[in-house]
T-cell receptor
Framework: EAGVTQFPSHSVIEKGQTVTLRCDPI?????LYWYRRVMGKEIKFLLH????????ESGMPNNRFLAERTGGTYSTLKVQPAELEDSGVYFC??????????????FGPGTRLTVL | AQSVTQLGSHVSVSEGALVLLRCNYS??????LFWYVQYPNQGLQLLLK??????LVKGINGFEAEFKKSETSFHLTKPSAHMSDAAEYFC?????????????FGTGTRLKVLA
């Protein structure tokens, strides 16, 4: 069974440009999460989808970030325009059940974003 | 608010020595705790999780962790380190806020195993 996949693995862009990250969750997982790790700091929650609906986007830094999950399958996270402080590793995770506190989230390898 | 503290951003041990990675949590409710590992160029992989069934939790690759409520700790151990254990380890607590369960992570501990 394929795990969570993310594309691209690395992205280097200049300040002011736009970047779109993609996440494909494990097939059948309705819950999809985005997290971000800025260098040297903890991994922080960005948002949570249940199917195509945003359940919680309290962790999104600002309105330069737009996440979508059309059709309830893969998700994209667009950063427009990118700023230097957006650099970091963006992780996607999915889970079968989102309504339990002990639900296991399965993580992808992450996308390393560098904004110059 | 729940939080997680991992003491030591870098830990080095000799091959065959005991591995001890520290994690302390802060939670006003019974916590659900996780340890994840990230090998180079891979995603986060679940090592083990505490869900209140047993205080000593055994995970994959010979790792285990003990939940100690009195110390608010969930330290990760392995009796004998192997070179393949070199990776970054993350402790996390499941937190319910804004209508969803999400992970609150510590800052991670990078384990180096010396030959």
């Amino acid at each position: 069974e394929a795990g969570v996949t993310q594309f691209p693995s690395h992205s280097v862009i200049e300040k002011g440009q736009t970047v779109t990250l993609r996440c494909d969750p494990i097939s059948g997982h309705d819950n999809l999460y985005w997290y971000r790790r800025v260098m040297g700091k903890e991994i922080k929650f960005l948002l949570h989808f249940v199917k195509e609906s945003k359940q919680d986007e309290s962790g999104m830094p600002n309105n330069r970030f737009l996440a979508e999950r059309t059709g309830g399958t893969y998700s994209t996270l667009k950063v427009q325009p990118a700023e230097l402080e957006d650099s970091g590793v963006y992780f996607c995770a999915s889970s079968l059940v989102g309504s339990r506190s002990y639900n296991e989230q399965f993580f992808g390898p992450g996308t390393r974003l560098t904004v110059l | 608010a729940q939080s997680v503290t991992q003491l030591g951003s870098h830990v080095s041990v000799s091959e065959g020595a005991l591995v001890l990675l520290r994690c302390n949590y802060s939670s006003s409710v019974p916590p659900y705790l996780f340890w994840y590992v990230q090998y180079p160029n891979q995603g986060l992989q679940l090592l083990l999780k505490y869900t209140s069934a047993a205080t000593l939790v055994k995970g994959i690759n010979g790792f285990e962790a003990e939940f100690k409520k009195s110390e608010t700790s969930f330290h990760l151990t392995k009796p004998s380190a192997h070179m393949s254990d070199a990776a970054e380890y993350f402790c996390a607590v499941s937190s319910f806020t804004s209508g969803t369960y999400k992970y609150i992570f510590g800052t991670g501990t990078r384990l180096k195993v010396l030959a």
